[in-house]
């Protein structure tokens, strides 16, 4: 029972954690794309305020849930399948604290032009690029962990 209650804890928060970054960054990437100063000041503050009330919990509770999932059935941390699993998560979450600091730019950028009709600064727009790239990265990374949890080849 114990088993089975972690790993679904394990999947919803897993599903959360994805969910919300899946999400947010389409809405964020979108209202970049159209280029309204008012969505994306709006986008950019409520993917901030997604990052802090599901992303960064399902993070920790993705951590936890791994670490006693190992645990109960036994697993060697050496094991192939698991040190590639837990570099993809450390991977992941370096890149995921960085857009969160560019995330904080860019909201506050957005928040100051919008209040001020004014045209967003090219550091916006350069922050948006590093930002894409990295989503770009995290997203297969994310991808070749779930196939690590599922099949554990």
């Avoid at 599901?54 to 109960?72: K, S």
């Avoid at 001020?116 to 990295?134: D, S």
Wanted: aromatic share 18%.
């Amino acid at each position: 029972m114990e088993y089975l209650f972690l790993k679904w804890i394990h999947i919803i928060s897993s599903t959360i954690l994805f969910g919300t970054g899946v999400g947010s960054a389409f809405y964020m990437f979108v209202a970049n794309r159209n280029k309204k100063i008012d969505g994306i000041y709006f986008a950019t503050k409520h993917v901030v305020v997604a990052d802090w009330l599901f992303t960064t919990p399902a993070i920790i509770v993705q951590l936890l849930t791994g670490v006693l999932l190992v645990n109960v059935q036994g697993h060697n941390y050496r094991d192939e399948w698991l040190l590639y699993a837990i570099s993809l998560f450390v991977f992941s979450g370096i890149c995921w604290i960085i857009v969160v600091f560019l995330q904080l730019k860019m909201r506050d950028m957005a928040k100051y032009s919008y209040e001020n009709n004014t045209e967003l600064p090219k550091k916006y727009w350069q922050y948006e690029k590093w930002w894409v790239m990295l989503g770009a990265v995290t997203f297969p990374a994310v991808m070749v962990i779930f196939y690590l949890m599922v099949f554990r080849p």
